[in-house]
């Protein structure tokens, strides 16, 4: 499901209009996405949760030419899904 296909099905279901929507949609994606870059987590009860997770810095090969590489440490987000999410998706 693209953002404007999401757009249409919550301006259906909650009886808004698609201009409406999109600004809830966007609203809510850019919400998310600040308090990630905060390092905050958002729980959505029923649905799951965004969290940011630290990755280690690791050793690589680059497969071309077999050089040995060290790759940094990053933050990379992350998400888990609540039970509710998991039991609707698993029927």
């Known amino acids: ?5 999401l757009v249409a099905a919550v301006a259906s279901k909650a009886n808004l209009s698609k ?7 966007s609203a ?4 998310v996405s600040e308090a990630l870059a905060n390092g905050e987590s958002v729980q959505l009860v029923g649905f799951g949760t965004f969290e940011v997770r630290e990755r280690s810095e690791k050793v690589c090969r680059n497969p071309r030419t077999g ?23 698993a029927k």
Not at 74 to 84: E, I, L, Q, Y
């Open 67 to 89: 050089e040995t590489m060290t790759v940094a440490a990053t933050k990379v987000p992350a998400f888990k899904a609540g039970a509710a999410l998991k039991n609707a998706v």
């Open 1 to 5: 499901m693209k953002k404007s296909e």
């Open 28 to 31: 809510v994606v850019a919400s």
């Open 19 to 25: 201009k409406d929507a999109e600004a809830a949609v």
